[in-house]
């Protein structure tokens, strides 16, 4: 028999108990925490249902990064003497917003550096939406409109599309006063859309520019111009999601552990879930609404939000002009139905390919375009990036491509 020099037989009966009692410690401590990960799933799915919650997570208009807020100094956020104007406006309801008014480098570079009031500006602003074209953007949630990655990204289009830029925080975010819910940003975006119109603006001057839950809202905002019969020059939505109840099924906390997706094993949870959701953001039902060119743009590598969002956005674009989807009926082993459902598919993929033209581009992503000609021989366009994440605002070519799609150059 093998023995251990300095203890009993390694077979004996004394080795034998004290493996068992090692593997039913193991056993229990792995039990523990796994009923501690289930615990904590379920108080934090609980805590998403309650409605203060979920407005913070929704928006996360509390988060300051920096909490350094000097909105009247814009030029500690690194843009440039006397290039943007700090601003109040009213929202419908009273609300006040803050609000920055961002020169086209052409104008501001005509602003002498050692201006003695460089942000005196405001005489100069309905001179500028008269010379040069404007982006209405609308931001993301999280932070303020002075946000670093926000202020790289109004630097890009000041200046490779020499655009003027007019960003607003929505109530409760920054400066402005209130508490953001989906009525309320719904009335801060055309706050800003009449402020524009009312210094001398012409809407086919003015581009809506979204990112993120930015997207939504410039969604809500074209649609509503579109039902007064106003057109814009055009709509781009970066980094979309169809809709928040989607987003909340397939979102997956630091990229890889589902969220929400283990409740839908659980009967009536999905229907529990919908029934608190309190914040209805909702793009895919407004899709039919918005009659101006739209250029959709999302980074493949985007952990924050799917870029499906984005395809299912541009597909429901393309829908009129494709076959109808057909889906599975009856008996869902019958390969005669199975057989039904693939032909109907194929009619649609090819029908697709007729009408989309599909451009590779070495090294950056892939434009995919077709003219709606059912309202106006509008552009619908989506951009795939391969990198970017979920800033893509702050690419070059994203820039490049907004400026081509509207006309800037």
Do not use: C
Not at 158 to 177: E, H, K, M, Q, W
């Amino acid at each position: 028999m093998l023995t251990n020099s300095r203890g009993p037989p390694l077979s004996s009966p004394v080795m034998s108990k004290k493996t068992s009692a090692l593997y039913r410690g193991l056993s229990r401590a792995v039990l523990v925490a796994l009923l501690g990960l289930g615990l904590s799933y379920l108080v934090a799915v609980g805590l998403v249902m309650v409605p203060i919650v979920q407005t913070y997570i929704t928006y996360a208009h509390h988060i300051d990064f920096f909490g350094y807020n000097k909105f009247d100094h814009p030029e500690d956020y690194g843009l440039a003497p006397g290039k943007t104007m700090n601003m109040k406006l009213q929202s419908s309801d009273n609300t006040t917003l803050g609000a920055w008014f961002i020169l086209a480098d052409s104008i501001h570079h005509k602003t002498p550096l050692l201006s003695p009031s460089p942000n005196h500006h405001h005489v100069n602003i309905p001179s500028a939406l008269r010379t040069r074209p404007t982006i209405l953007f609308l931001h993301g949630n999280t932070g303020t409109r002075a946000l670093p990655v926000r202020v790289t990204v109004y630097t890009g289009l000041t200046g490779r599309l020499d655009a003027n830029i007019f960003t607003i925080d929505y109530r409760g975010f920054g400066d402005s006063a209130g508490h953001p819910t989906v009525d309320g940003v719904a009335r801060d975006a055309p706050a800003a859309w009449d402020y524009l119109m009312l210094q001398g603006a012409k809407p086919q001057d003015v581009l809506i520019v979204g990112h993120s839950l930015g997207t939504a809202i410039a969604s809500l905002l074209a649609a509503e111009l579109a039902r007064d019969n106003i057109e814009p020059r055009g709509l781009v939505l970066m980094s979309a999601f169809s809709s928040l109840r989607t987003l909340m099924d397939q979102y997956y906390l630091f990229g890889f552990l589902p969220l929400l997706k283990p409740l839908s094993v659980i009967p009536f949870a999905p229907r529990v879930l919908n029934w608190s959701l309190k914040h209805r953001f909702d793009t895919l039902t407004l899709i039919p609404n918005v009659r101006t060119s739209v250029l959709l743009a999302h980074g493949e590598n985007d952990w924050d939000i799917p870029h499906s969002h984005t395809s299912t956005l541009f597909e429901a674009f393309l829908d009129p002009y494709l076959p109808s989807a057909s889906s599975l009926t009856g008996n869902p082993l019958s390969s005669h139905n199975w057989d039904q459902y693939g032909v109907q598919q194929d009619l649609r993929a090819e029908r697709r390919s007729t009408i989309v033209r599909t451009t590779s581009i070495a090294g950056f992503g892939t434009w995919e375009e077709f003219i709606d000609q059912k309202h106006g021989g509008r552009r619908v366009a989506m951009l795939k990036t391969n990198a970017g994440g979920h800033d893509i605002g702050r690419l070059e070519g994203v820039q490049d491509a907004i400026g081509e799609m509207f006309d800037f150059y």
